[in-house]
């Protein structure tokens, strides 16, 4: 089977780096998006053999599957960017909507969510999906098991199940969240851990559904329905 292409824009950074490294580990051919085509190579060199590097634009338009892992704060330029390349494709947005200094202070923006506001910026033709918001860097980056669930929103729901693989293919469950506007829950959960590592000094405190949810499980995941269109 042909495992679809991904593109993470911002993949030089912290999150993106873990999650390249994990879909590589799985498999998965990977581009490092970066505006700067030779900090992509560099990093997809660190990387590995099946991991190329290229500036955003051109990561977005090779790509079968965009992630975006660039800082609320600096991102507009970049969806502007990318926004041509990603009409049709799926979108999974990782943004929380922090704003420093104060991190752990749950902000929103006007559009409801960073996730409805990646949705406005790349136009209705993108299948905009979040996820990752409430899974720490660090704990990606690391080789060992991560304890903790992924909700992942969006309208598209095919494009979730797509997502919901990758989640899994990353190691962790993701469980479907509901529409776009629902990414409010986990973007603001997000700050509610920065604060909670700081408190309780623990660094990527998760964030895990209790309960015995049928149908979840964190194994075979199904990256042949990312072929689906609307
Ligand atoms: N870190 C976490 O634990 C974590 C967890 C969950 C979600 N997230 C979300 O994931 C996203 C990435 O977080 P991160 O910690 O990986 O961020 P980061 O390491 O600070 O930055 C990621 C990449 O974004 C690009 N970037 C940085 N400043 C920029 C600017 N001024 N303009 C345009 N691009 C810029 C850089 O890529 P180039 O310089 O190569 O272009 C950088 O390598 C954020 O939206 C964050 O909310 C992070």
Redesign the pocket.
């Known amino acids: 089977m042909t495992l679809p292409t991904l593109a993470i824009i911002?993949g030089?950074?912290?999150?993106?780096r873990g999650l390249a490294s994990r879909w590589a580990a799985a498999g998965y051919p990977i581009i490092i998006g970066?505006?700067?085509a030779d900090?992509?190579m560099e990093a997809a060199r660190q990387l590995g053999a099946a991991v190329k590097g290229l500036a955003n634009r051109q990561a977005a338009e090779a790509a079968d599957i965009i992630v975006l892992?660039?800082?609320?704060t600096?991102r507009d330029?970049?969806l502007a960017d990318i926004a041509p390349a990603a009409r049709g494709k799926i979108v999974i947005d990782?943004?929380?909507p922090?704003v420093p200094p104060k991190v752990s202070t749950v902000r929103m923006p006007q559009a409801g969510s960073a996730a409805q506001a990646t949705q406005v910026a790349l136009g209705p033709e993108a299948r905009v999906v979040s996820a990752?918001?409430t899974?720490?860097?660090a704990k990606l980056q690391s080789a060992g098991p991560i304890e903790g669930d992924v909700l992942v929103s969006g309208d598209d729901e095919a494009a979730r199940g797509v997502a919901i693989a990758l989640v899994q293919a990353a190691g962790m469950r993701g469980l479907h969240a509901g529409p776009l506007a629902n990414s409010v829950a986990a973007e603001a959960l997000?700050s509610v851990l920065i604060g909670i590592n700081r408190r309780y000094k623990v660094e990527g405190a998760g964030f895990k559904i209790a309960g015995d949810l049928v149908g979840t499980r964190v194994a075979d995941p199904d990256p042949a329905s990312w072929a689906l269109r609307r």
Do not use: D, Q, W
């Open positions: 911002g030089t950074g912290a999150l993106g970066s505006r700067s900090a992509a892992a660039i800082p609320y600096h330029p970049v990782t943004t929380v922090i990752f918001h899974v720490a860097a997000a």
